[in-house]
């Protein structure tokens, strides 16, 4: 730039100078407002730090006209409602103490920020109170506070939110998809606080309705959690309560087959506040990953209750992010709890793979009846009829003969073994009788369906079990005990690699040197910026020392927990146990049957493949009368 053509700038752009009052509330609001979901939040949330027990909000044109939220919390008076429209006017903080925060909201700027681009009035009565009172702002202009007419709460009314700032408009969704982001924030409130009720309207019909429930434990969480995320969640959800150093996390996590393709049903808490946390989602994804495939994601809402000086809530203009003080003790109190919950949960399979099963054997375009008005009885696939019939079939004797116990049959076959009991041998007559199916919640087998499909009768109705995937589960979750057990066995390199990195995550790796060596990894530092490695996992074979320690170094740096090395030995695991197990086409005696049944019972997450597929599909008796017509 020549001199003349600095002379030519404005005689402002050296001049330090104050921006004004109104200048800074619109910064303050493009932090804090940035869409009407972004309003509805704050204002909900000082509601509920208002001690309400019931909020209503109204939006319309997707809030762009009208956004209204009506408490029956405990109000203001005059002097009070005319300091909460002022910047940095909190009732939320002792003594200004930024450590120990025990509210939603306490930066004391939404009010403010949203008055100064938009009109916004506030009208309050406190409990007890015969007097109420309002108070406007328009585009950062305060009115004086006048009496009015309100019953006891708040109701705080936002009208032509961005009518200061017109740019914003312009990067506003449509009407239906920002009321669709109020809905999920409304949601998330909910989840946290089921002693209050919400609802959400569009000025013409409530869309979201939560009543409040007893408690915040338990079954009454729970109830929430089923009005909110549906009546399938409820069903397929393993309660989760762990404690850990002055911790406490609790909640509800979907099981593995009742997944999603995405990640937005997950909802995550901490203290009462919705979040959305690189580290706490990374913990949820190290904790199902031994259950589900990459591209699958769980449904879970998880509550984590720390002390106040143990969590940073101050990092975030709208408050959605958090900071630990000790962030590996929160990673390993979730993983822990979740594989625990997921642990307890044993064989059990979820209830929508029934569902769907049901669905898929009913004829498109049926009516009223499963099949439709013509009575057309759906096609059933060649040999099942055969297996039906000799299921219900009285048998002649007193029980199958036992022909050999299914250890030896597979040790026979070739295949990996599985425990049972030896059964003698003895003529028909004298053979006991075969368990009845209510003694096993897998039932009894009673047949195999295209050399693939094990049929069994249970007390109220049967299960087909995917034998390949389900020994597949069985064969890998034995070898995980080997490897927990003995450790993982390592292989020299002839020549030790050297992995030149960054200084940054090369102190990273080396720091977890000892935790990776669990894992078959042995690592040394090799000068600044490189490690040396000279041993690795015999299971992986040949395999890119390079790109491996270059994949665990950016894990480290993004999750703080080398997950792809544990990823790899898993898939590795899981592809020896499908080679290693029963394959379909297998023709499978009874014995054999029931002893994958038996084991299947006995096995933690049974009712999963190693990439979240049912291993099995229930059907209740009362499901298949509906689907004949008998009900």
Known sequence: MTSQNRHDLPTTAGIIRLLSERTINRIAAGEVVERPASAVKEIVENSVDAGATRIDVVMRDGGRALIQVTDDGRGMDADEISLAVERHATSKLTDEDLVNIASLGFRGEALASIGAVARLSVTSRPRGSDDAWAVRVEGGKKSTVEPAAFGEGTRVEVRDLFYTTPARLKFMKTARTEYGQAADVMKRLAMAHPDIAFTLSDGDRTTFRAPSVASLTGDARLERLGAILGREFRENAIEIDAEREGLNLTGFAGLPTYSRGNAMQQFLFVNGRPVKDKLLTGAVRGAYQDYLARDRHPVLALFLDVPPEFVDVNVHPAKAEVRFKDAGLVRGLIVSALRH???????????????????????????????????????????????????????????????????????????????????????LASMPQQPAPSEYPLGTARGQVHATYIVSQTADGIVIVDQHAAHERLVYERMKKQIAATGVARQSLLLPEVVELEEGPAERLIARAEELAGLGLIIEPFGEGAVMVREVPAMLGKMDVHGLVRDLADELTELDEALSLKERLEEVCGTMACHGSVRAGRRLTVDEMNALLREMEATPHSGQCNHGRPTYVELKLSDIEKLFGRR
Request: glycine share 12%; no cysteine.
């Open 341 to 427: 919950g997921l642990g307890m949960a044993g064989h059990r399979a979820s209830t929508t793979v029934a569902s769907a099963a049901l669905g898929a054997a009913r004829p498109e375009g049926s009516a009223s009846l499963p099949w439709g008005r013509q009575h057309e009885r759906p096609s059933l696939p060649a040999g099942f009829a055969d297996v039906v019939r000799d299921m219900y079939a009285p048998h002649e004797g007193s029980g199958l003969r036992v022909q050999e116990d299914a250890q030896m049959a597979f040790e026979r076959r070739g295949d990996m073994a599985m425990p049972s009991a030896r059964a003698p041998e003895a003529p």
